[in-house]
């Protein structure tokens, strides 16, 4: 039996806002704007997080990759202009890796326990949960940036409800 307040986590709850709902009901015009002052749109933010969690994903699934040399790389250029199709991609590339993470965080002990290699020279190895976690903090901490965005642009909160106080 895996760790369930992971998987709630994985998902909001408590403190933590629903990654999807938060998301979900955003045209691919307002997930490309940029607020004075940011450096990135919401566009920009969760193709971030796709990168972390599919690398993640990847890389306790024992899949070699190539750690980024630089912090930008995992950050993508501004797409231009919008496209709702492509921003529908993503979106849904969204929801399928939280999907993985979840899977991992529902998992036995003899999976969540299981060491994974270090994905660097340097680093050292970790197990499939505490990748889990890091990616929670990750993820969570990237969805609070997209909350403050949508308040900056007057869009909080999201269609399914949200923390307006």
Not at 80 to 96: G, I, S, Y
């Amino acid at each position: 039996m895996g760790d369930s307040t992971l998987r709630e986590l994985v998902y909001g709850t408590g403190a933590h806002v629903d990654p999807i709902a938060c998301v979900e009901d955003i045209s691919a015009e307002l997930a490309c704007r940029v607020v004075g002052g940011y450096p990135h749109s919401i566009w920009q933010i969760v193709e971030h997080m796709n990168y972390w969690m599919e690398y993640e994903v990847h890389r306790i699934r024992d899949w070699k990759l190539h750690y980024p040399d630089h912090a930008i790389q995992s950050w993508p250029l501004p797409p231009v202009p919008a496209d709702e199709k492509q921003w529908q991609v993503r979106l849904e590339r969204f929801r399928d890796l939280l999907a993985s993470l979840a899977s991992f965080a529902e998992a036995d002990t003899s999976v969540f326990d299981k060491p994974v290699q270090p994905d660097k020279p340097s680093g050292s190895a970790s197990t499939v949960g505490e990748i889990v976690k890091q990616t929670i903090a990750h993820n969570s901490y990237h969805i609070g940036q997209i909350a403050l965005l949508r308040r900056q642009l007057d869009t909080w909160p999201p269609r399914r409800g949200g923390d307006t106080w």
